[in-house]
Protein backbone atom coordinates (compact mmCIF):
# COMPACT_ATOMS: atom_id res chain seq x y z
CA UNK A 1 0.00 0.00 0.00
CA UNK A 2 1.32 3.75 -0.60
CA UNK A 3 0.68 6.47 1.03
CA UNK A 4 0.27 10.37 -0.30
CA UNK A 5 2.95 12.34 0.47
CA UNK A 6 3.70 15.89 -0.45
CA UNK A 7 6.89 17.92 -2.48
CA UNK A 8 7.14 21.59 -1.09
CA UNK A 9 7.79 23.42 -4.34
CA UNK A 10 7.53 27.09 -4.46
CA UNK A 11 4.58 27.17 -6.57
CA UNK A 12 2.91 24.73 -4.19
CA UNK A 13 3.06 21.25 -3.09
CA UNK A 14 3.59 18.68 -6.10
CA UNK A 15 1.77 15.07 -5.13
CA UNK A 16 3.53 12.08 -4.57
CA UNK A 17 2.81 8.58 -3.71
CA UNK A 18 5.00 6.81 -1.54
CA UNK A 19 5.88 2.86 -0.56
CA UNK A 20 7.71 1.61 2.34
CA UNK A 21 9.71 -1.34 2.92
CA UNK A 22 8.98 -4.20 5.55
CA UNK A 23 11.16 -3.24 7.92
CA UNK A 24 10.16 0.42 7.18
CA UNK A 25 13.55 1.58 6.51
CA UNK A 26 16.03 1.41 4.26
CA UNK A 27 17.77 2.99 0.65
CA UNK A 28 15.18 5.61 -0.79
CA UNK A 29 14.39 5.15 -4.85
CA UNK A 30 12.78 8.09 -6.57
CA UNK A 31 10.42 6.48 -8.90
CA UNK A 32 9.59 8.92 -12.57
CA UNK A 33 6.91 8.05 -14.38
CA UNK A 34 6.50 7.07 -18.41
CA UNK A 35 4.19 9.51 -20.10
CA UNK A 36 1.31 7.67 -18.69
CA UNK A 37 1.63 9.23 -15.04
CA UNK A 38 1.90 7.18 -11.83
CA UNK A 39 -0.09 4.94 -13.23
CA UNK A 40 -1.30 1.06 -12.03
CA UNK A 41 2.29 -0.35 -14.10
CA UNK A 42 4.77 2.31 -12.25
CA UNK A 43 2.84 1.03 -8.99
CA UNK A 44 3.67 -1.86 -9.54
CA UNK A 45 7.24 -1.59 -10.21
CA UNK A 46 7.15 0.70 -6.84
CA UNK A 47 5.48 -2.00 -5.08
CA UNK A 48 8.18 -4.79 -5.98
CA UNK A 49 10.89 -2.66 -5.09
CA UNK A 50 9.52 -1.75 -1.61
CA UNK A 51 9.53 -5.38 -1.30
CA UNK A 52 13.16 -5.90 -2.03
CA UNK A 53 13.86 -3.31 1.07
CA UNK A 54 14.02 0.51 -0.90
CA UNK A 55 11.53 3.46 0.61
CA UNK A 56 10.04 4.53 -3.09
CA UNK A 57 8.59 7.92 -3.78
CA UNK A 58 6.68 8.48 -7.00
CA UNK A 59 6.07 11.66 -7.59
CA UNK A 60 3.15 13.20 -10.12
CA UNK A 61 5.12 14.61 -12.13
CA UNK A 62 2.21 16.08 -14.55
CA UNK A 63 0.68 17.87 -11.35
CA UNK A 64 1.07 21.72 -13.29
CA UNK A 65 -1.03 19.80 -15.70
CA UNK A 66 -3.76 18.37 -13.09
CA UNK A 67 -3.36 14.98 -14.51
CA UNK A 68 -1.85 11.85 -12.04
CA UNK A 69 -2.17 9.54 -14.69
CA UNK A 70 -3.53 8.54 -17.97
CA UNK A 71 -6.13 5.96 -18.19
CA UNK A 72 -4.85 2.38 -19.71
CA UNK A 73 -6.90 2.01 -22.77
CA UNK A 74 -6.75 2.23 -26.84
CA UNK A 75 -6.59 5.91 -26.43
CA UNK A 76 -3.67 6.32 -23.87
CA UNK A 77 -0.92 7.07 -25.89
CA UNK A 78 -2.64 9.99 -27.68
CA UNK A 79 -3.68 10.77 -24.55
CA UNK A 80 -0.35 11.11 -23.11
CA UNK A 81 1.29 12.49 -26.21
CA UNK A 82 -1.38 15.26 -25.85
CA UNK A 83 -0.25 16.18 -22.08
CA UNK A 84 3.51 15.87 -22.46
CA UNK A 85 2.77 18.36 -25.57
CA UNK A 86 1.69 20.99 -22.82
CA UNK A 87 4.74 19.93 -20.56
CA UNK A 88 7.05 22.16 -19.34
CA UNK A 89 9.93 20.26 -19.02
CA UNK A 90 12.78 22.95 -17.44
CA UNK A 91 9.67 23.03 -14.74
CA UNK A 92 9.45 19.25 -14.72
CA UNK A 93 13.50 18.95 -14.26
CA UNK A 94 12.99 21.40 -11.42
CA UNK A 95 10.13 19.33 -9.64
CA UNK A 96 11.93 15.61 -9.56
CA UNK A 97 15.06 17.38 -8.33
CA UNK A 98 12.75 18.79 -5.72
CA UNK A 99 11.41 15.22 -5.19
CA UNK A 100 15.10 13.90 -5.00
CA UNK A 101 15.60 16.37 -2.34
CA UNK A 102 12.78 15.53 0.09
CA UNK A 103 13.64 11.86 -0.73
CA UNK A 104 16.68 12.35 1.06
CA UNK A 105 15.63 14.17 3.83
CA UNK A 106 12.70 11.17 5.16
CA UNK A 107 14.22 9.77 8.00
CA UNK A 108 13.20 6.46 6.94
CA UNK A 109 15.89 6.77 4.10
CA UNK A 110 18.85 5.39 5.19
CA UNK A 111 22.13 3.39 3.20
CA UNK A 112 22.05 5.83 -0.28
CA UNK A 113 19.34 7.00 -3.31
CA UNK A 114 19.29 5.84 -6.05
CA UNK A 115 16.61 7.14 -9.89
CA UNK A 116 14.61 4.46 -11.77
CA UNK A 117 13.24 5.90 -14.58
CA UNK A 118 10.94 4.60 -17.76
CA UNK A 119 10.12 6.12 -21.07
CA UNK A 120 9.58 9.65 -20.11
CA UNK A 121 11.16 9.30 -16.68
CA UNK A 122 14.56 7.73 -17.97
CA UNK A 123 15.44 10.53 -19.83
CA UNK A 124 14.12 12.62 -16.54
CA UNK A 125 16.07 10.66 -14.46
CA UNK A 126 19.24 11.22 -16.02
CA UNK A 127 18.49 15.00 -15.90
CA UNK A 128 17.30 14.84 -12.66
CA UNK A 129 21.54 13.52 -11.52
CA UNK A 130 23.21 15.64 -13.79
CA UNK A 131 22.23 18.43 -11.48
CA UNK A 132 21.73 16.21 -8.43
CA UNK A 133 23.84 13.05 -8.70
CA UNK A 134 22.71 10.20 -6.50
CA UNK A 135 24.20 6.63 -6.19
CA UNK A 136 22.76 4.84 -8.88
CA UNK A 137 20.03 5.66 -11.90
CA UNK A 138 18.21 3.14 -14.01
CA UNK A 139 16.83 4.62 -17.19
CA UNK A 140 14.87 2.24 -19.11
CA UNK A 141 14.54 3.09 -22.99
CA UNK A 142 15.04 7.21 -21.98
CA UNK A 143 13.32 9.43 -24.45
CA UNK A 144 14.55 12.36 -24.03
CA UNK A 145 18.43 11.05 -24.17
CA UNK A 146 19.49 11.71 -28.08
CA UNK A 147 18.98 15.69 -26.65
CA UNK A 148 20.08 15.28 -23.28
CA UNK A 149 23.49 13.48 -23.88
CA UNK A 150 24.25 16.24 -26.20
CA UNK A 151 23.87 19.04 -23.75
CA UNK A 152 25.23 16.77 -20.71
CA UNK A 153 27.11 13.75 -21.95
CA UNK A 154 28.03 12.17 -18.80
CA UNK A 155 27.28 11.81 -15.20
CA UNK A 156 29.15 10.70 -12.26
CA UNK A 157 26.19 8.63 -11.25
CA UNK A 158 26.75 5.31 -12.19
CA UNK A 159 24.30 3.68 -13.98
CA UNK A 160 22.67 1.45 -15.92
CA UNK A 161 20.29 2.18 -19.22
CA UNK A 162 17.93 -0.27 -21.03
CA UNK A 163 17.01 -0.17 -24.48
CA UNK A 164 15.34 -2.32 -27.10
CA UNK A 165 16.62 -3.32 -30.02
CA UNK A 166 13.42 -2.95 -32.02
CA UNK A 167 12.63 0.45 -30.56
CA UNK A 168 10.14 2.23 -32.69
CA UNK A 169 11.24 5.96 -31.05
CA UNK A 170 15.09 5.08 -30.38
CA UNK A 171 16.55 3.24 -33.36
CA UNK A 172 19.79 1.25 -32.68
CA UNK A 173 21.73 3.71 -34.08
CA UNK A 174 20.51 6.63 -31.48
CA UNK A 175 21.17 3.99 -28.71
CA UNK A 176 24.93 3.56 -29.79
CA UNK A 177 25.35 7.27 -29.92
CA UNK A 178 23.71 7.48 -26.55
CA UNK A 179 26.01 4.87 -25.44
CA UNK A 180 29.31 6.14 -26.79
CA UNK A 181 28.17 9.89 -25.27
CA UNK A 182 27.29 8.71 -21.79
CA UNK A 183 30.50 6.06 -21.27
CA UNK A 184 32.78 8.49 -22.32
CA UNK A 185 33.99 10.11 -18.70
CA UNK A 186 31.50 10.87 -15.60
CA UNK A 187 30.79 7.64 -13.65
CA UNK A 188 30.42 3.84 -14.72
CA UNK A 189 27.89 2.90 -16.79
CA UNK A 190 26.39 -0.35 -17.70
CA UNK A 191 23.86 -0.93 -21.12
CA UNK A 192 21.51 -3.88 -21.82
CA UNK A 193 19.57 -4.23 -25.05
CA UNK A 194 16.51 -6.70 -25.78
CA UNK A 195 16.30 -8.28 -29.23
CA UNK A 196 12.87 -7.71 -30.73
CA UNK A 197 11.92 -5.41 -27.97
CA UNK A 198 9.94 -2.27 -28.89
CA UNK A 199 9.60 0.71 -26.62
CA UNK A 200 7.89 0.24 -23.50
CA UNK A 201 8.24 -3.01 -23.41
CA UNK A 202 8.42 -3.12 -19.68
CA UNK A 203 4.67 -1.79 -19.02
CA UNK A 204 2.39 -5.00 -19.15
CA UNK A 205 -0.28 -2.09 -19.77
CA UNK A 206 0.87 -1.43 -22.60
CA UNK A 207 0.75 -2.85 -26.45
CA UNK A 208 4.60 -3.05 -27.01
CA UNK A 209 4.95 -5.26 -24.12
CA UNK A 210 7.13 -8.17 -24.57
CA UNK A 211 6.78 -10.49 -20.96
CA UNK A 212 10.10 -12.33 -21.85
CA UNK A 213 12.40 -8.88 -22.14
CA UNK A 214 10.38 -7.41 -19.51
CA UNK A 215 11.47 -10.12 -16.83
CA UNK A 216 14.84 -10.19 -18.13
CA UNK A 217 15.18 -6.37 -18.05
CA UNK A 218 13.54 -6.15 -14.67
CA UNK A 219 15.70 -9.21 -13.05
CA UNK A 220 19.11 -7.10 -14.78
CA UNK A 221 17.96 -3.76 -13.05
CA UNK A 222 16.99 -5.44 -9.57
CA UNK A 223 20.67 -7.48 -9.62
CA UNK A 224 22.28 -3.57 -10.48
CA UNK A 225 20.31 -1.81 -7.84
CA UNK A 226 20.72 -4.80 -5.26
CA UNK A 227 24.63 -4.53 -6.43
CA UNK A 228 25.08 -0.53 -6.35
CA UNK A 229 22.36 0.55 -3.97
CA UNK A 230 22.23 -2.24 -1.49
CA UNK A 231 19.80 -2.85 1.36
CA UNK A 232 20.41 -3.95 4.87
CA UNK A 233 19.51 -7.40 3.76
CA UNK A 234 21.52 -7.88 0.74
Known sequence: MS????????DGPMPAHRWLPP???????LLLQEIFGVS?????RAEDLASRGYVVVAPEVFWRLGVSEVPNGPEMLQQAMGVVGDLDWDAAVSDAVRALGALREQPEV???IGVVGFCFGG?????VVAQE?????????GSALPQLVDAVPSVSTPSLHVFGESDSYLPMETVERIRASVTEGGGPVEFETYPGADHAFDNDDFVNHDAAASAAAWARATDYLARTL???GA
Open 3 to 10: ERVDVPTP
Open 123 to 127: GLGYA
Open 133 to 141: PADALVSFY
Open 110 to 112: EGG
Open 230 to 232: PTG
Open 23 to 29: TGRGPGI
Open 40 to 44: PYIRR
